[in-house]
């Protein structure tokens, strides 16, 4: 049974950090693209960031370029989203998600893409 677990989430003043994870299990990680997704009330959900499976490609929303950094560690089949220099427009459920690419370097930004998702985590900025 595949099981994406993200963690991290809370509440934080405008400017500050957090440092969002995910866990996964029942699923050969490294032949997973690692995603995460955000969700905020009343909107669709929206790409963040994704990364290749072996941690070279990776890929980040014009929205958060510069401040979001995505990385994963394939011995602890844990993807890690760090988040600097947070805005209010940041609030939103945060959810990780895997895509197969076995043999294949190439990231998705399409929610439809992904086999895999994770439960979600709150975050909230505030102003």
């Known amino acids: 049974q595949v099981q994406l677990v993200e963690s991290g989430g809370g509440l934080v003043q405008a400017g500050g950090s957090l440092r969002l994870s995910c866990a996964a299990s029942g699923l050969y990680f490294s032949r997973y693209a690692m995603g995460w997704f955000r969700q905020a009330p009343a909107k669709e959900r929206e790409f963040v960031a994704a990364?290749?499976?072996?941690?070279?490609?990776?890929i980040v929303a014009d929205s958060v370029k510069g401040r979001f950094t995505i990385s994963r560690d394939n011995v602890q089949n844990t993807v890690y989203l760090q988040m600097n220099s947070l805005k209010p427009e940041d609030t939103a459920v945060y959810y990780c998600?895997?895509?197969?690419?076995?043999?294949?370097?190439?990231?998705?930004?399409?929610?439809?893409?992904?086999?895999?998702w994770g439960q979600g985590t709150q975050v909230t900025v505030s102003s």
């Open positions: 990364i290749g499976w072996g941690g070279a490609t990776t």
């Open positions: 998600a895997a895509d197969y690419k076995y043999q294949s370097s190439t990231v998705s930004s399409r929610t439809g893409d992904y086999d895999y």
